[in-house]
């Protein structure tokens, strides 16, 4: 098999065997506890820009199948795991794993001790990383000089609008990096989806007549997309708003909260919030590495709802004067487990009773 080589910026090499594209790359690296959903993940473009290390040790065991794609292609600059299974067996499967990252374009490297590679993120925090076939004098300097890209929403969001149309709620959806989870979650509840490029302004939205807006998810420093903030401020004073990751943390900018990078981040299925007025818990799936600071809340109109139970980091919020909220994890899952799906049917029941009141105020 061919040597591959992961190269982090704090001069750790890690030597594997190589999968995949028979490409270098340069990322962010960061960590993935899932125990499944390896497809999902890898097509989730919250994850554009970075280099997933899978902590499961065998990936790639039920192949890839058409169903479970989040967008067409891989997001992931490169995936890193112990084992790579070759010979997949599951009925809906297409191809093997390798075969479809070969064929995407996406390069993997195997044979890594990703227990200790993990320990190291979360002993140093995220770093950049290069995925290389040779480790030369020039990788290490070339990498310390990397820079992740600013434009990812950009190049991740739709260029152009596009509608599923049915006769139930209209929901105006701002794509920064969305997955086709949210839109499944949504169809499923008969929603009429249309769905907006993340620069679109808030009187073409409006121009629209949606019953409400969903800000989606997606990658990178929400600073980066902060361009969106007046259209957000716009929006929720008109109607009923929720956001979803990457919309998560341009509500909250949009309110005057602040954003910071977390050492290691959430990337996993197994990540337990408190809902803090309903005195539930739910384990969720996430996929951040930027998060919501609580002290940045104070002269603010944000209420948190939801807290992670392991480090406390906000995991929801909501709006005093309008009808707007925002959770940080998935509710739509995909993977992982199904708890927070009822978010959504939050979101339309808000929706209900803001025509309520309109209808009782006119």
């Given at each position: 098999m061919k040597k591959r080589y992961l190269v982090l910026e704090n001069g750790s090499i890690y030597e594997g065997e190589a999968f995949g594209a028979d490409t270098d790359v340069m990322a962010e690296l960061v960590f993935n506890t899932g125990m499944s959903g390896y497809q999902e993940s890898i097509t989730d473009?919250?994850?554009?820009?970075?280099i997933i290390v899978f902590t499961y040790p065998l990936i790639g065991n039920y192949g890839v199948n058409r169903d479970d794609f989040e967008s067409l292609r891989p997001a992931a600059s490169a995936i890193v795991v112990h084992e790579i299974a070759r010979r997949p067996s599951n009925w809906r499967q297409m191809m093997s794993l390798p075969e479809w990252a070969e064929k995407s374009g996406m390069p993997g490297i195997s044979g890594v001790d990703t227990r200790a590679l993990t320990k190291e993120l979360r002993d140093f925090g995220v770093m950049k990383a290069a995925l290389v076939d040779e480790v030369t004098e020039e990788t290490l300097s070339t990498l310390k000089n990397f820079q992740s890209s600013n434009t990812m929403v950009a190049d991740a969001t739709t260029k152009t609008q596009y509608q599923n149309p049915t006769d139930g709620v209209s929901i105006a959806l701002i794509d920064f990096g969305l997955k086709n989870s949210i839109l499944?979650?949504?169809a499923k509840r008969g929603a009429n989806v249309m769905v907006f490029p993340a620069d679109v302004a808030a009187e073409t939205v409006l121009a629209a007549n949606p019953d409400g807006i969903?800000?989606?998810?997606?990658?990178?420093d929400p600073q980066d997309a902060a361009y969106?903030?007046?259209t957000i401020q716009a929006l929720e004073e008109k109607v009923p708003l929720m956001g979803i990751c990457l919309g998560h943390q341009l509500f909250?900018?949009?309110?005057g909260a602040e954003t910071y990078k977390l050492k290691f981040g959430h990337r996993g299925f197994n990540h337990a919030v408190r809902h803090l007025s309903k005195e539930r818990l739910d384990f969720t799936s996430q996929n951040h590495g930027y998060a919501v600071d609580r002290d940045s809340l104070a002269n603010t109109d944000l209420v948190v709802t939801h807290e992670e139970i392991n480090d406390h980091t906000i995991e929801g919020l909501r709006l005093k004067k309008h009808h707007a909220f925002s959770v940080q994890f998935h509710p739509d899952a995909a993977p992982g487990p199904h708890d927070a799906e009822y978010l959504f049917d939050d979101f339309l029941t808000m929706i209900a009773d803001a025509k309520k009141e309109t209808t009782q105020n006119a």
């Open positions: 473009l919250s994850y554009r820009g970075e499944r979650s949504l969903l800000l989606s998810n997606g990658p990178g969106a903030i007046p909250a900018l949009a309110n």
